[in-house]
Nanobody
């Protein structure tokens, strides 16, 4: 089994910054793509950013220039640096990862989510 644990969420004023972390643990051979998603009340979960094992990144247009995604493969950890936060960034942020297990298969996992609240 694999666990993804997010941390770093909280309450911040508009214009402020937060850094989210997602640590993967368990029976991991390797981690392929990882990503951050978010969901606010009454809305569908949406993609925020993804990063491949080689470091190629993709960010939603709404966060380009403000958010940065990165990962430390040695630590099986992914980060999301969020700057110039806006009230519309308020959401529960979820970590997602494609993990190659001991049996050679790739499974998709989600974290439990961390709340980010941006006050105006």
């Amino acid at each position: 089994q694999v666990q993804l644990v997010e941390s770093g969420g909280g309450l911040v004023q508009a214009g402020g910054s937060l850094r989210l972390s997602c640590a993967a643990s368990g029976r991991i051979v390797s981690i392929n793509s990882m990503g951050w998603y978010r969901q606010s009340p009454g809305k569908q979960r949406e993609l925020v950013a993804t990063i491949t094992s080689g470091g190629a990144t993709n960010l939603a247009d709404s966060v380009k220039g403000r958010f940065t995604i990165s990962r430390d493969n040695a630590k099986n950890t992914m980060y999301l640096q969020m700057n110039s936060l806006k009230p519309e960034d308020t959401a529960v942020y979820y970590c997602n990862a494609d993990v190659r297990s001991l049996n050679g298969h790739i499974y998709n996992y989600w974290g439990q989510g961390t709340q980010v609240t941006v006050s105006s």
